[in-house]
Antibody, heavy 122, light 109 residues
């Protein structure tokens, strides 16, 4: 079964650190770019970051640029999202998602993790 | 949101509904559009990709189309189980970012 299983998150303090993990199974992880998407409480979806097949390409939303770091370990079939300076406005459910592209055209996010809650509060 | 969706739509069971997603030439006008269904407390699910294609397992009651800088999700034969939030998504070349619409809440009366 194709699956993304997320871990990490919880209640964190402003200025604190975050490390989210997303373990892939059931497909060739290294063949796909991967992304993180977040959803603040009661609000819509917001793209956060994307990483290429082997990590050589990364892209970030302006709202998290310089604050979040996306990475992957293809030997462990795992995607990561890290931050060392969390803000209250980073409070959201974070989803990892498998990215599909046709050439330079983005198709869709076809597989999603179950989501993990990150609450930033003092 | 850069992509504009109606906040809510409603229709009776068995009827049809359309949800619009309006953008610009830097996003919808030159990129594929995808649509996602999300039930409360669960992850989004892909309904439509590449404007009008359905992943395996998605019923043909769901359809997608695109014209110029707008896209539309259509649902026919509405069921109470279709009540959910629906989001459009597309790549914006000028922003180098994936965009989502603000979401549309579907109520099946």
């Amino acid at each position: 079964e194709v699956q993304l299983l997320q871990s990490g998150g919880g209640l964190l303090q402003p200025g604190g650190s975050l490390r989210l993990s997303c373990a892939a199974s059931g497909f060739a992880f290294s063949n796909y770019p991967m992304s993180w998407v977040r959803q603040p409480p009661g609000k819509g979806l917001e793209w956060v970051s994307t990483i290429g097949y082997n990590g050589d390409y990364t892209n970030y939303a302006d709202s998290v640029k310089g604050q979040f770091t996306i990475s992957r370990d293809n030997s462990k079939n795992t995607l990561y999202l890290q931050s060392h300076s969390l803000r209250v406005e980073d409070t959201a459910v974070y989803y990892c998602a498998r990215d599909t592209w046709t050439g330079t055209d983005h198709d869709a996010y076809d597989i999603w993790g179950q989501g993990t809650v990150v609450t930033v509060a003092s | 949101s850069v992509l504009t969706q109606p906040p809510s739509v409603s229709a009776a069971p068995g009827q049809k509904v359309t949800i619009s997603c309006s953008g610009s030439s830097s996003n919808i006008g030159n990129s594929f559009v995808s649509w996602y269904q999300q039930f409360p407390g669960t992850a989004p699910k892909l309904l439509i990709y590449d404007n009008d294609k359905r992943p395996s397992g998605i019923p043909d009651r769901f359809s997608g189309s695109k014209s110029g800088t707008s896209a539309t999700l259509g649902i026919i034969g509405l069921q109470t189980g279709d009540e959910a939030d629906y989001y459009c998504g597309t790549w914006d070349a000028s922003l180098s970012a994936e965009l989502f619409g603000g979401g549309t809440k579907l109520t099946v009366l």
